[in-house]
């Protein structure tokens, strides 16, 4: 209709200055870490089996993506920053092993480091508003001096992903800036 032209536009959300926040990051804000700006692409979340939930953002930066996980709040609020890698950058053949036990063994290394094994978990992911989760399963193991953390997801019966990542503070990122999908 001609006169649809002059209805006024839909008002976007309106950002207030307390969700310049890094827990209430979306898609399209950015955010500077390490001085250099990402975008974030993606908010997902993760429920775990005992019933915790991980929040987590998907940033680019260059070419470049990393992902940055918070748990759900219980007192103390704790970051890490993690890169996807692929399982075959692990020495030996993890993959492999883990169709025929089950299980990794109980140490892995990655590029010349040792990582030691934590823990399992199974999940569910959850991508952007999904109703229905993607399972996996997780082994997570960290280094000797607890620097740094790698963890192995199975998906399905044959396909693996590596993350490796270190816990960042939230101080670490600065000048959030809202921005468009």
Avoid at 120 to 131: I, Q
Avoid at 147 to 173: C, M, P, R, S
């Amino acid at each position: 209709m001609a006169f649809d032209f002059f209805k006024k536009k839909k008002k976007k959300e309106e950002i207030k200055l307390e969700d310049l926040v890094l827990s209430k990051l979306k898609p399209g804000f950015l955010v500077d870490y390490d001085m250099r700006p990402h975008k974030v692409m993606a908010q997902n979340h993760y429920k775990w089996e005992e019933g915790a939930v991980t929040y987590e953002w998907e940033l680019k930066e260059g070419s470049e993506t990393w992902f940055l996980e918070r748990p759900e709040d219980d007192g103390e609020v704790e970051w890490s920053l993690c890169q996807k890698k692929p399982i075959s950058m692990l020495e030996g053949d993890i993959a492999d092993h883990i169709e025929k036990h089950e299980d990794p063994p109980e140490k892995v290394v990655y590029q010349g480091k040792t990582f030691y094994y934590e823990e399992d978990d199974v999940g569910e992911l959850f991508r952007g508003d999904a109703k229905e989760g993607l399972p996996f399963v997780t082994w997570d193991f960290t280094d000797e001096k607890g620097e740094e953390f790698l963890t192995i997801e199975q998906w399905g019966e044959t396909k693996f992903d590596l993350t490796i990542g270190f816990e960042v503070e939230e101080y670490q990122f600065t000048n959030i800036l809202p921005g468009e999908d």
